[in-house]
């Protein structure tokens, strides 16, 4: 290596990937619809690319020193992993070309399914409100450099004047991440083809030796979740003899391994004791090690100090002291971002509706680089940098002294809160009292709350937000797209309505317009999956309900039918998970604040006449601390704020909540501690696994276990949807069991929402049937 090793350029983890306008998903969603080719596809992912690489270089990060990272994605960074390594499921077989490699179509054909062909199943990446795609491996995946985009993609920088770094998810996440293939033997572990799977890393850091990287990064995030390393002994062996033998490979660049999202606690020591060049340390959710750890000293370390997850300035001082800590025990010291920051929106400057005193507080990526830039001219100048230091200092004073951010009324209700306020009747009593009024058939049938929104409810809200449709034509819209969706449920047989929340633009930003406390951005896009993105809200003070905020929608549904329609909320801890919040006060203060705003609106919405109501919790799990230690007191937080908010109702209103994409076993006993009266879930991916954990957990009320995918555009069949319904019902008392999709219809369109639904009532009317002919049978 010619290159300095012992020293790493200043640098962030990752960069926002789908674009300030969100061209990528523009472009894919052109090749999905076919008004695109994979060319134009591919030439505007590299036009953005090219971009991306130009404007790091403008923050500060040089064009030479391999501190702009390369890590880009058309979908998923762990199923680009997955092509490149050759672990495309049997089912996808055919989308493998003649020379080995998945093109874009195959690409996004695994990423969303086709057919009777569902696609990998979806779950959250470690704590954030990103979502990865699970690889399948078995025993006999046939690993192989099947993909080189990243040798590609470093050439095409190369090529426009930039040494970038390469970014790759490392071998122990990757198969820590992964799943057992459709008939693998039980017990199989993925982690037991490391040995299989290192010499195909080993191949692809050859190659990008051989088109002149000199830095690559390996990321191995869950090296910091207990759940994932659980078997302490056999991730640290796999850690040795991954690092073991790619740091042996000939002539190959210097190795980066990152570890966000929190501390590496005992697997410090174990890559320290590695021959790598490199380790990342998160330092806002992990700690500068107390003390010397054996084999850092040899180590380049890059400080994250500046927070990759969340949008408020840094205290450049406090960042720099940890960097200051950190000199002691490693050869030398960078300054970087704690994560990637494709959990953050790009630019402050890009929101100019925002208050300017606001806007002063915050620090979206392109702000976060500079930051980093800073605090690197910091570590080789404490004196020069001064002024960025002290404008850190007086914007943070700026923040927590601004009016709103403490409202005493707030504090002096939470103050006046009692066990009372926490607790409901027992379930017993309020299913009795429940099914005295709504009166439901057996395997009732429901949708999770939204339906497709179409380019003319976006219009419409558009046009109304920027003031071209007046008040009454944009309620006049909004009703139509009602009385629309209210008499498709009805035609399709449905037992328990929505309205369809065509007034929503996004589950939590729909309410954060309406509470006090809250801050929307215009342009502040972070991705979640694929070619979904979300502009998450910011909550900087103290939270109020000025005014109900669903009640007339919700009471208009009701009346255009004689069923029962839910009303629709979404609860404190997602409110919380899909924001940007303070980080003033501890996170269960904040989510009190929330519940008591809902609270109050579930009071409105009972004496308004609706009887069942609808409490979304879908990131429930997502906030899970990574480390065990730390989950008793978060759960025991999130799981109070859901009751605070849901406990003053009274004992005939059905209150149901829904939760996706979590590992569902690992927080049973929380769910259950909801206390909702019914509980909806994410299954039909994973073809209902977490069904016998729920049964076994013997929960007791109210479950729908998804049976129809929303995430994938494929319509299942009424014997695809029959087969999970009877697989949930095998495992479930009927009494307790709803059926309904995975989550909102939001994404998707009416064509085949319709055809899918369908198929979902044709389905619960054959298991119907064929119980009640069990039932005859038996007497």
């Known amino acids: 290596m010619t290159h300095d090793a012992t020293r790493l350029p200043t640098t962030i983890l990752g960069y926002p990937r789908i674009g300030p306008r969100r061209e990528l998903k523009k472009a894919l969603e052109a090749l999905w619809a076919g008004r695109a080719s994979v060319e134009e596809t591919e030439a505007a992912a590299a036009e953005l690319r090219a971009r991306t690489r130009r404007r790091l270089n403008a923050l500060g990060l040089p064009a030479h020193d391999a501190s702009i990272p390369s890590a880009s994605s058309y979908y998923d960074q762990v199923l680009d992993a997955a092509v490149a390594v050759g672990a495309v499921p049997a089912r996808f077989a055919d989308v493998v070309g003649a020379d080995g490699r998945v093109d874009l179509q195959g690409y996004s054909t695994i990423a969303r399914g086709r057919g009777e062909d569902a696609p990998l199943e979806m779950t959250k990446w470690f704590d954030s409100n990103y979502h990865y795609l699970v690889p399948e491996i078995g025993p006999d995946t046939a690993f192989r450099l099947a993909d080189d985009r990243a040798v590609r ?24 991440l992964s799943k057992p293939a459709d008939g693998a033997p039980a017990g199989f572990a993925p982690l037991s083809r490391l040995a299989d799977l290192v010499p195909v890393y080993a191949e692809l850091l050859r190659a990008l030796a051989a088109a002149g990287a000199t830095w690559v990064q390996l990321d191995e995030p869950a090296l910091v979740s207990d759940v994932l390393t659980a078997d302490t ?19 190959r660049p210097s190795l980066l391994v990152a570890a966000p999202y929190g501390d590496l606690g005992e697997f410090l020591p174990v890559l320290a004791g590695t021959d790598v060049e490199a380790l990342a340390l998160d330092l806002v959710r992990g700690a500068v090690p107390a003390g010397p750890v054996p084999g850092l000293e040899t180590k380049a370390v890059l400080g994250g100090v500046v927070d990759g997850h969340n949008v408020w300035r840094a ?8 960097l200051e800590a950190l000199r002691p025990l490693a050869r030398s010291v960078a300054a970087g971002t704690s ?6 929106p790009h630019d402050t400057a890009d929101e100019p509706q925002l208050p300017e005193r606001l806007r002063g ?120 797209e009602i009385d629309r969706v209210i008499a498709l449920q009805e035609e399709l047989g449905l037992d328990v309505l929505v309205h369809g929340e065509p007034e929503r633009n996004d589950m939590v930003q729909y309410f954060a317009e309406l509470l006090d406390g809250f801050a929307v951005t215009a342009n502040g896009w972070v991705q979640s999956y694929g070619s979904r993105c979300v502009r998450p809200p910011i909550l900087w003070g103290d939270v109020t309900r000025p005014a109900p905020m669903t009640v007339d929608w919700s009471t208009y549904a009701a009346s255009r039918t004689a069923k029962p329609v839910k009303g629709m909320l979404t609860g404190p801890v997602t409110i919380l998970a899909w924001s940007f919040v303070r980080d003033d006060q501890p996170l269960g203060d904040t989510a009190r604040q929330v519940a008591l705003a809902l609270r109050d609106e579930i009071a409105d919405l009972e004496a308004a006449g609706i009887g069942i109501i609808q409490v979304d919790e879908p990131a429930l799990r997502e906030l899970l601390p990574l480390k065990a230690a730390d989950q008793p007191a978060y759960l025991d937080w999130s799981v109070g704020s859901f009751r605070l908010a849901t406990s003053g109702a009274a004992d005939t209103t059905q209150v149901h909540t829904h939760l996706c994409y979590s590992e569902f076993g690992e927080v049973i006993g929380a769910i259950d501690g909801l206390d909702a009266d019914v509980t909806s879930i994410e299954a039909a991916r994973s073809r209902m696994e977490v ?3 729920i049964a076994a957990a013997g929960f007791a009320r109210g479950i729908g276990p998804g049976v129809y995918d929303i995430h994938s555009p494929r319509v299942p069949s009424a014997e695809e949807v029959e087969e999970l319904v009877r697989l949930a019902a095998a495992s479930i008392p009927e009494r307790n069991l709803w059926i309904n999709p995975d989550c909102g219809l939001k994404t998707r369109g009416y064509a085949e929402t319709e055809a899918s639904l369908r198929n979902l009532i044709a389905a619960t009317r054959a298991v119907r049937a064929s119980r009640v002919q069990e039932g005859a049978a038996a007497h």
């Not at 640290?236 to 490979?249: D, E, P």
């Not at 450049?316 to 002291?321: E, I």
């Open 691 to 693: 069904v016998p954990e």
């Open 315 to 322: 205290d450049l001082a406090a960042a720099l002291a940890k």
């Open 233 to 251: 002994a056999a991730v640290a062996a796999a850690v040795r003899q991954a690092y073991g033998a790619l740091t042996a490979v000939e002539g």
């Open 339 to 344: 994560t990637s920051l494709l959990h953050v």
């Open 153 to 176: 993609e470093f050439a095409e920088g190369l090529a426009d004047g930039f040494l970038t770094r390469p970014v790759l998810v490392g071998p122990v996440t990757f198969l820590l």
């Open 361 to 480: 507080w915050l620090a979206f990526a392109d702000q976060k680089v500079a930051e980093v830039v800073a605090l690197a001219a910091a570590l080789e100048d404490p004196a020069g940098a001064a002024g960025a230091l002290q404008a850190s200092a007086q914007a943070r004073r700026d923040r927590l002294g601004a009016e709103g951010v403490v409202v005493p009324a707030v504090r002096e209700r939470l103050g006046g809160l009692s066990a009372a306020d926490f607790a409901r009747s027992d379930y017993a009593v309020r299913r009795a009292a429940q099914d005295g009024v709504l009166d439901l058939p057996p395997l009732p049938t429901t949708t999770i709350g939204s339906f497709p929104q179409t380019a003319e409810i976006r219009r419409a809200r558009a046009a109304w937000a920027k003031g071209e449709l007046p008040d009454d034509g944009y309620t006049a819209a909004m009703r139509a």
